[in-house]
C-alpha cells in the first residue's frame, strides 16, 4: 500500500499568516500544502468553497483568512 502525502489546504494565502506558513511549508516535505486566497476560493461564496473542497481531496484545512 502507497501512502500518500496529507494534503493541507491553506486559506488567507497572501495575508500575513498565510504568508508565514507558506515560508515554513518547505519544512514539512510530507505535507502536499495548497495555498488558496479569496480570488482561487472566495469564502464569501457558499458554491465556490463546495465546488473547490470536492474537487480537491484534503486531508486538513487551515483557515488562515482574515478581515483586517
Do not use: C
Not at 501512502?3 to 488567507?12: D, F, I, M, S
Not at 504568508?19 to 472566495?42: G, H, L, N, Q, W
Amino acid at each position: 500500500m502507497v501512502k500518500h502525502k496529507k494534503r493541507v489546504l491553506v486559506t488567507g494565502a497572501n495575508g500575513q499568516l498565510g504568508s508565514e506558513m507558506r515560508k515554513i511549508a518547505k519544512k514539512f516535505p510530507k505535507k502536499d500544502f495548497i495555498f488558496v486566497d479569496k480570488e482561487e476560493m472566495p469564502l464569501e461564496s457558499k458554491h465556490a468553497i463546495n465546488d473547490f473542497l470536492n474537487k480537491s481531496n484534503l486531508d486538513i484545512i487551515i483557515s488562515a483568512g482574515a478581515y483586517t
